[in-house]
């Protein structure tokens, strides 16, 4: 990808524009994923987790004069990594001279567009992070679930073809899921610094900065995760999407004592769950609606089963219908 840099007629559109009301973002993508989604820093940008993957396998009692089995547990090693995300920032002094605003507004704007693109980027990882892609990021829950026992299915996939999205249950915790930051930091923008940008016999002096810091996505526990899948828009031939049932369906997936600490799902599969609880009905009990009757709407949902729901946009709309039990 070619390198994209603020330009003069950049400069020239924020020119003569109203101070008051500030940047007018077009680009509203909501990533919520980083903020909701609790992680811990990490002393290096790799941790090995012990894990236990069977119980000691003995009798629990024994007959007088005999003695009882020597049992031990089952056990297995992992390891979880951390990627360097990335975001490169650079401003001619020449740009930031013609600006009318002054240096530091340009230099914060463009530091707060640069945030909100990688943390959108960071979100979309969660889901769709490939790990055939080693340099491009932590694989996402669709590559870490167990599609054999942590999946339900909302339409079985029909003509449904590349028009479907997921609702996803996490269980947010150290011992399941949750964000490593490495070299103990988060995500950190520096500051700006003056800088000479060499070329071929030429030279100019601009602001560089960047955005950085090692993330990953520690998945220690097969079912820290389940996928409702196939879900579809409302209004959509053979419509089903997100309802209390489908997620009370998934949190009988999950072994008693491991509760779900979210439920993610865009926009659209929260529309339908608002409609599911939403019987229209008559305020004056007769059998039809009328003009002097009330609407009765249920109000916008904020959670389900007790699981708080996180609205967002990281989650595609288009995916491809698959059938039960297999992977993305």
Known sequence: MADTFLTLLDI???NGTDQAVGV?????????EAEVIGGRPIKGTTYKGLVRTALPSAPGFRAANTGSAVAASRWDQRVNQCFFLDGQMRVDEMVLDAS???ADWVLANEAVGIAKQKLIALGNQVYYGNPSKTDFGFPGLTYLYDPATMEVMANATGALGA???????VVNQPDCCEFIYGKNQGLQLK???PQYIVSTNSQYRAFVNNLSGFVGLSFNYTKSACRI???VAYGTANNTGLTDA??????ALFPVGVVPTHLFCTRAQRLNLQLSRTPVYSSTGGSAITAADALRFAALPTESNGIPLHVTDSISSTETATAAGTAY
Not at 24 to 32: L, Q
Not at 246 to 251: E, F, I, R, T
């Open 163 to 169: 028009t479907t999205t997921s609702a996803w249950l």
């Open 246 to 251: 489908l997620v009370a369906q998934a949190l």
């Open 12 to 14: 020239s559109k924020q």
């Open 229 to 231: 899948k196939n879900l």
């Open 191 to 193: 500051q700006w610094m």
């Open 24 to 32: 007018i973002e077009e680009v509203r993508t909501f990533a919520p």
């Open 100 to 102: 009318e605003f002054g």
